[in-house]
């Protein structure tokens, strides 16, 4: 390997790629920052308009996009190439180091204008990189600085040369970083019509440019006979409470399975937090995408004292579960959860105690997800899902009323208890499968019905799994009632407050009913179908 060009915007371990070069004796061409980063590291730097004898221009814009770089990039190992070469005076170029400006970043700040994004489109980095990667028979290519240490190993194992193998991975690499970075340009463009105005940031772009980088291959999908894979995608890449940037701890590969659940208790227990008063805690327990235990705490409990309550709820399904908290895990909550066969954990974080006491369960898995109540920057997040013949992609429904903000129709007003617990009941309905009901019961569930196709069945389901604990309690469902029966079924088990969106040509109706039961009834208006 005689000669490597090197310009990155990413100047993370250069350190160690510098090493590199000066141990094998390599030629190196260079720009800007990238030229002056080296230097200072001791490696000898020819720059790029030295090489080619021709000026950066246009304010940096144009560097590398020179004969004399594309041909020492592109030629093939051939007589006819290399007398072509030795004419036009053009050096070959066996390594190509390119990552690329940081467009997702820029865009990611907020108040980033439409002139900072197109500033930071890089034009001359993805040309050499799609050059190389395309020559991979003859060169070879890296865009992640984490690839530097293996091209060391792999140049010291093969006498300072790099396999075929090595060449054709780092080139598939290559495609996909390029594609990736095109992908995030087009959406982001895709979100501005022709006159250069941006849509309205709850509308999806006009326009869908995915790309995904494998963060794992997962045990299986939904069933064992079935692969599966996980992709962070470019669009969710400024998500900050994403999967994909969660630290796995300990425990099994993950499933698919897994993940969704995970998704899942890590959408509700956000939900949960936003709405804690200050110092409360709040925990969750999923089972197959659907809750069946939540709860939230006051100031004074212990995250423990939380977590059982939300267990217990319903104790039988959190067998085998996947349990999301508000809180970095301590050693009280760790015994607990170790008395319960469980999938996963998902909290923010974990003491040392409470690592080594769940480090006796070796197969249960522990998310640590540090940034998962950071706020997310713009619009609410996509959320893509797919249907026999495309995508379907919506806004994340992050909408949520408070229920003492949302308006009382009936006689009775609800109280501060009951408030709180019907504020609870909303935001677990809004995680449950369609047509949901939650009966909530002192800041706990006692009772959830998902996925009936009649709502009065899903009040049913949830008053026959709370049982005598439906006495008392308050129920939340995600859309509005059509009937009275559903209020009269609940008033028969005890049921002392409802909150809904509302908007049924049978309102007057169920407010009746409450009115006749001296129920009390929160509308919020806003509807949460989940399917």
């Not at 969660?246 to 959408?267: E, I, P």
């Not at 423990?304 to 809180?327: H, K, M, P, Q």
């Not at 009280?332 to 409470?354: D, H, R």
């Not at 449950?432 to 009065?456: W, Y």
């Amino acid at each position: 390997m005689r000669r490597a060009l090197v310009s990155v915007s990413d100047k993370s371990k250069l350190d160690v790629l510098a090493e590199i070069l000066i141990a094998h004796r390599v030629e190196v061409l260079s720009t800007g920052g990238t030229y002056k980063a080296l230097s200072e590291l001791g490696v000898a730097v020819v720059k790029v308009s030295e090489f080619t004898g021709a000026p950066e221009i246009l304010d940096g814009r144009v560097k590398t996009l020179h004969p004399k770089i594309h041909g020492g990039i592109l030629a093939l190992p051939t007589a006819a190439h290399e007398r072509e070469l030795e004419l036009h005076g053009i050096a070959p170029i066996d390594l190509v180091i390119v990552n690329l400006y940081p467009f997702r970043e820029t865009i990611a700040k907020p108040g980033c204008s439409f002139e900072d994004a197109i500033e930071n489109i890089d034009i001359g980095g993805p040309t050499m990189v799609r050059a190389a990667a395309k020559n991979w028979p003859r060169v070879a290519v890296i865009v992640d600085p984490d690839d530097y240490a293996t091209l060391g190993e792999t140049l010291r194992e093969s006498a300072g040369k790099l396999p075929e193998g090595f060449r054709r991975a780092m080139a598939r690499k290559a495609f996909a970083h390029t594609a990736s970075y095109d992908a995030a340009i087009a959406t982001y463009l895709s979100s501005y019509d022709d006159a250069g105005e941006a849509a309205p940031a709850e509308q999806v772009p006009a326009g869908l440019f995915v790309s995904g980088e494998p963060v794992v291959e997962l045990r299986y999908g939904e069933n064992p006979h079935q692969h599966a894979r996980f992709f962070a995608t470019s669009y969710a890449a400024d998500e900050p409470t994403g999967l994909d940037k969660a630290l796995v701890h300990q425990g099994k590969a993950l499933s698919y399975n897994n993940l969704l659940d995970a998704d899942a208790a890590l959408g509700l227990i956000r939900d949960l937090h936003a709405g804690l008063a200050e110092g409360a805690k709040a925990a969750a327990v999923f089972k197959h995408l659907s809750p069946c235990g939540a709860a939230i705490g006051s100031s004074g409990d212990s995250l423990a004292e939380v977590y059982l309550r939300a267990r217990e709820a319903d104790a039988e399904s959190a067998f085998g579960g996947i349990v999301s908290l508000t809180e970095i895990v301590d050693a009280a909550t760790a015994e607990k959860l170790i008395e319960t066969f469980l999938e996963v954990v998902v909290a923010p974080g974990y003491s040392e105690e409470a690592r080594t006491i769940l480090a006796k369960k070796k197969k249960l898995r522990l998310l640590e997800v540090p940034e998962m109540f950071a706020a997310h920057a713009g619009p609410a997040p996509l959320r893509v899902r797919s249907v026999a013949g495309g995508l379907l992609m919506q806004r994340e429904d992050t909408i949520g009323v408070a229920a003492s903000d949302g308006q009382v129709p009936t006689a009775r007003k609800p109280d501060a208890g009951e408030l709180r617990s019907l504020d609870l009941g909303q935001r677990v309905g809004k995680h449950v499968r369609s047509n949901a009901i939650v009966l909530v019961k002192d800041g706990v569930t006692v009772g959830i019905g998902g996925g009936q196709t009649s709502r009065v069945e899903a009040v049913r389901q949830a008053i026959k799994r709370a049982g005598d604990l439906a006495k008392g309690a308050v129920l939340a469902s995600d859309a509005f009632f059509p009937f009275r029966d559903s209020i009269d079924s609940a008033a028969e088990a005890g049921v002392r407050a409802v909150i809904q969106p509302g908007g049924s040509i049978k309102d007057r109706e169920v407010i009746a009913a409450c009115d006749e039961h001296d129920m009390a009834m929160v509308f919020t208006g806003e509807r949460h179908f989940r399917h």
